[in-house]
């Protein structure tokens, strides 16, 4: 399973991004998905998870009140998850990485770069 990331690019400080991500091939997908960053130095954290249906978010205490992901629900299809970040800082500087657990199993997407400088 691919995981297909898109939408980070560089933005100033206060500014807002969103990303999305949704596995390549599939018209549905029924499981938890999520996102974690790495910043440069830094290890792989955790930022955001959400189920298929929509309910349950979590977040990291450094994102609160300001990230909110959401699944595509308007098709039925949960297939694609989003992170609407708002309100964006210099060290929210990461490579955003998209998550899915199925079952054992994690999935991963390659990562799309956001980049908070003025």
């Known amino acids: 399973v691919q995981l297909v990331e898109s939408g980070g690019g560089l933005v100033q400080p206060g500014g807002s991004l969103r990303l999305s991500c949704a596995p390549s091939g599939y018209t549905t997908w029924r499981y938890q998905m999520g996102w974690y960053r790495q910043a440069p130095g830094k290890e792989r954290e955790f930022v955001a998870r959400?189920?298929?249906?929509?309910?349950?978010?979590?977040?990291?205490e450094s994102v609160k009140g300001r990230f909110t992901i959401s699944r595509d629900d308007e098709r039925r299809t949960h297939n694609t998850v989003y992170l609407q970040m708002n309100g964006l800082k210099p060290n929210d500087t990461a490579i955003y990485c998209c998550?899915?657990?199925?079952?054992?199993?994690?999935?991963w997407g390659q990562g799309t770069q956001v980049t908070v400088s003025s």
């Open positions: 959400i189920e298929w249906n929509g309910d349950d978010a979590e977040y990291a």
């Open positions: 998550h899915s657990a199925v079952g054992p199993t994690d999935y």
